[in-house]
């Protein structure tokens, strides 16, 4: 039998592009090596955030100390915590098995490889379609240590950490880096975070990127910036970090977050006519379609902006143009709005300052910042700041960038007003709820 669509990835991207193909009439079948949902479910954003959960009790309990509460030390059960965690992803496996399913999608478990543009093999059977799309997604850069890698982490395997460390390393800059940095600080662990570049979070806002630091909870994490892991040895009962600064750091447990790659090795490629990136993610023009015509990619292995929400768009709005002409789903690719798990979080939407001057646009910044009332008793330092970044021609809002201990919420929303170019003024005729923190940024 010949396929409308083979869809080669079960992650985000993946399965919506094979759910809506076969909504509009395709035949359609999809092919996973792995569990459902990709990184996202089973790697990524929904184990993260339960860590994230995890790690805001004691943060919470020294606040209610400061009403009057006095709490006795918390202790954690890590292994119950893993068990209902790993319960909760199988959980999510099985819906989207079962979307799959109801929507009579073939699933072909196994490897998928190129035979030609029209066909794949998996395991001893081969399969064609008229159209492929591949969203194989991607995996963890591994770090370049000559010797003892082995003693190295990467994102996917900090999800199986039999027991929570005392202490930790953590080598990168980016999103993985400082959410775990953070995580595990509020989690008790002492975080020693190294990083190549001058600022961590170099793409976002600086002064939202000083406070984030200022916020770092006292003595929990060491920032080691301008530095490299170069290489680890394992002692007795501990690992042995040596940094290209020549510093020298006792650990128990090293985490390498310095980027991830395409998914594109084994796959056949060179049977097609599809073309990689330098960093060997696979080119596409502005409708997915590689250099092959019969064959599309979406999600993270064509490494546009490797955020589910956004492959899951991709894939929708392809399955639209290819299987039902008539309507395509509308997107801003150019206001994607994204939040930084960090205690407090980051949410960031649109044009910083520094951006908006090198897009030649004349734009000037509203900010505030100030200690949330939740805080009152507490002695702790300011925790909000909100900055409108607004192009001075129209009064346009261009970005918004905040941190608070809601900010990824918050921003979902305040992003709708910079992707319906809605002004200041706007913000200024909204009346403010009271007493709330975010009534702040109406009044800024
Ligand atoms: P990022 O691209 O965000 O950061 C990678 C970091 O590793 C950068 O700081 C980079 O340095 C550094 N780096 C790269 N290569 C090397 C090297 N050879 N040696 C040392 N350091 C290196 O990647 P992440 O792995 O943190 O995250 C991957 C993607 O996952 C992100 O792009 C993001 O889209 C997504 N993600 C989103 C989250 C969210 O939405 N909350 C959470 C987690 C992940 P430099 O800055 O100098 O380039």
Redesign the pocket.
Known sequence: MKYDLIVIGAGSGGVRAARIASVHGAKVAIVENNRFGGTCVNV??VP?KLYYYLSQLNKDIENYKSYGWSIPKASLNWKLFMKKKDQEISRLNKIYEGILNRNKIDIINGTAQFLSSQKIKVGKKSYQAKKFIISTG?K??I??ISENSKLVNT?DDIFSLKKLPKRMVI?????????FAFIFANLGVKVNLV???KQ????FDSEIVDFLIQSTPKGKIKYHLES??QKVNKSKNELIVNLSNRKKISTDYIL?????IANTENLGLENTNIQLNENKSIKVNRHFQTNDSNIYAVG?VIDY????PVAIRQGHFLADKLFNNKKTIEYDFANIP????TSPQIGTVGLTLEMAKKNKIDAYELTTNFKSMKKSFSKTNKDTFYKLVIDKKDKTIIGIHIISDEA?ELIQLLAVNVVARNTLDEFRKTVAVHPTSSEEIITI
């Open positions: 990524g954003c993260k991607g963890p850069r770090p370049n994102s080598e990168g800059g980016g999103y993985i880096a400082i959410e990083y190549r570049g961590i979070l170099k793409s490299k892991i390498s977050a310095i980027g991830r993270d902006v490797n955020l589910t994204t939040a930084v798990f990824a």
